[in-house]
């Protein structure tokens, strides 16, 4: 399967844990994106790389989630002292510059 | 700042009948719109895109400027089309991020 993956695809954990989310995109792609979907709505922006630069955040990144894509390929997204409402899922999507986004399974949280 | 409204949450069709998804978007600049699927426990997938003004299963869309619209249409629904349907748009320069509508789930029945 030579598509975005995502890992884990389901996490469930306790209020005030870190977690961490790992994003595979597609190889020759030098964008990646992460978006959060919550029920009954359409994913939201939240960041993005043009290869290993974060060039744009969403104000809704608070300062307790953070991204990397330290070599330009894979990505993680943690999140930390995590809160009922980052239950979400978590996508990724990765493209070629001004290419169309290929998104990847998702993520799913809970927050419990 | 950019909004997409899909006013529709559910549209339910018989098989045979012609489809309509509807999208309107807000935003100051030239945009780029984009349609995406996502069928039963699989992940989003690509549609349309509305520059490179393909039918991709039968759907067309044609983007309105003067009407702000991008309506995803079908003449003849399939059961195999039913799932949820995103309409979502990309600004102009290097912001490539993608705002998305809050979907409207297609139901085709016999």
Known sequence: ?112 | AQRVTQPEKLLSVFKGAPVELKCNYSYSGSPELFWYVQYSRQRLQLLLRHISRESIKGFTADLNKGETSFHLKKPFAQEEDSAMYYCALSGTGTASKLTFGTGTRLQVTL
């Open chain 1, 1 to 112: 399967d030579t598509g975005v993956s995502q890992d884990p695809r389901h996490k469930i954990t306790k209020r005030g844990q870190n977690v961490t989310f790992r994003c595979d995109p597609i190889s020759e792609h030098n964008r990646l994106y992460w978006y959060r979907q919550t029920l009954g709505q359409g994913p939201e922006f939240l960041t993005y790389f043009q290869n290993e630069a974060q060039l744009e955040k969403s104000r809704l990144l608070s300062d307790r989630f953070s991204a990397e894509r330290p070599k330009g390929s894979f990505s993680t997204l943690e999140i930390q002292r995590t809160e009922q409402g980052d239950s979400a899922m978590y996508l990724c999507a990765s493209s070629l510059t001004s290419g169309a986004q290929y998104f990847g399974p998702g993520t799913r949280l809970l927050v419990l």
